[in-house]
Each structure stands twice: as C-alpha cells, then as structure tokens.
T-cell receptor, first 115, second 112 residues
Framework: GAGVSQSPRYKVAKRGQDVALRCDPI?????LFWYQQALGQGPEFLTY????????KSGLPSDRFFAERPEGSVSTLKIQRTQQEDSAVYLC?????????????FGPGTRLTVT | QKEVEQNSGPLSVPEGAIASLNCTYS??????FFWYRQYSGKSPELIMF????GDKEDGRFTAQLNKASQYVSLLIRDSQPSDSATYLC????????????FGQGTELSVKP
C-alpha cells in the first residue's frame, strides 16, 4: 500500500518567509510524528498527534513552529518568519498504535533551505 | 550525557563479514528499541524493533537487547555492499507516547 507522503520535497525560503510542510500518513495510522534532522545527526522529535489531538509538542524549538492535524489524517507543520537555523530535513512518520511499540514509518522528508 | 549514544564510525567491514553496531541509552524507563537504516539523501527505513531482553532475528539481521546494561546492538551477517548506510538506533520511553529519541547514527561501509 501507499506509504507516508510529504510535500513539497524541497523548499527554498528567504529568511523571514512563512512555510507550510504537508504530511499524508499511511491510511489508518492514528499516530503522526514530526522530526527535524540536521546534516550528520539523527532525527530530533518535534511533535506528536494521536488522531487530531496534539499530545506532545515539547520538541518544537520556538513559538514560530506550529503543527496541526485537524481531521486526524493530513498534518501540516508551519514555520513562521523562517531563520537560517531552520534549514534542515523535516521528516514525518506515522504509526498504528501497538501494545508495546510504536513502529514508525517515515516519509521521504522535506528539505528546507533558508537563504 | 546524551540519552542515546552510538559511535559515529565509519565502521568498515569486508563483504561477507559480520557487522556489529552498538547503542547505549541512559534512561532505564526506556521501553522499546528500534534500528533504522538511512541511505544518503533518503529517509530512515525501519529494519527491526525489540522490547524484550535477548535476541531477535530477522533474516540476516539480529537485534540484541540487554536492559540491565542499557545496551542494544544490531548484527548484520553476510554483509553486502548494499548494506552500506547509516544505522540509527532509536529508543521509546515508557509513558511518553510514541516519541523516539535517536542516536546520531553509525556509518557502515561494506567493502567488496
């Protein structure tokens, strides 16, 4: 079946611009996660949804970052007034909740470059 | 101390050898453990997960978990050049939903 999809795959923004990154999870997956990956590092957690409820946003680096999943399916990560330090790959993952594990499957990512 | 630690490598092994990738974690509340493979320019791909002490085998891959030592490893038997990638260890904490804490990854190079 179809995996996690993300759009756009690449985004170049001028400093100060707002951007919106979209994630379409695997059909039926109730949990959705956003991660940020800097070059040469492992992904870092940003936020997590279960259905439409945002249960953890502890990883969002500033109040310029905002995520939503209004209907419990597609999610959007919005970054306002982008800064150069926001340049990274933004990864979305989805998971069907299991008893002991949350096996997360990643989308291809959106590479954001802020100039 | 980082929550999840891996040697960054690169780890170089000859084709056909066993590659051993190691990961330590700091929080004893960690519940489940994942290995992801990431090719350059691609997103992480789930290889294996484990949540009970001991070994778990899947084809050429074996994950090993020792909660007392806070240590998880991935063995790749009969390594192939196509296994050359960065391997990410990730840990899920109890009562933190599905949030994964990743190590920085170990780069593996399998030489023909």
């Amino acid at each position: 079946g179809a995996g996690v999809s993300q759009s756009p795959r690449y985004k170049v923004a001028k400093r100060g611009q707002d951007v919106a990154l979209r994630c379409d999870p695997i059909s039926g997956h109730v949990s959705l996660f956003w991660y940020q990956q800097a070059l040469g590092q492992g992904p870092e957690f940003l936020t997590y949804f279960q259905n439409e409820a945002q249960l953890d946003k502890s990883g969002l680096p500033s109040d310029r970052f905002f995520a939503e999943r209004p209907e419990g399916s597609v999610s959007t990560l919005k970054i306002q007034r982008t800064q150069q330090e926001d340049s990274a790959v933004y990864l979305c993952a989805s998971s069907a909740v299991q008893k002991y594990t949350y096996e997360q499957y990643f989308g291809p990512g959106t590479r954001l470059t802020v100039t | 101390q980082k929550e999840v630690e891996q040697n960054s490598g690169p780890l170089s092994v000859p084709e056909g050898a066993i590659a051993s990738l190691n990961c330590t974690y700091s929080d004893r509340g960690s519940q489940s453990f994942f290995w992801y493979r990431q090719y350059s320019g691609k997103s992480p791909e789930l290889i294996m997960f484990i949540y009970s002490n001991g070994d778990k085998e899947d084809g050429r891959f074996t994950a090993q978990l020792n909660k007392a030592s806070q240590y998880v490893s991935l063995l790749i038997r009969d390594s192939q050049p196509s296994d050359s990638a960065t391997y990410l260890c990730a840990v899920n904490m109890y009562n933190q939903g599905g949030k994964l804490i990743f190590g920085q990854g170990t780069e593996l190079s399998v030489k023909p």
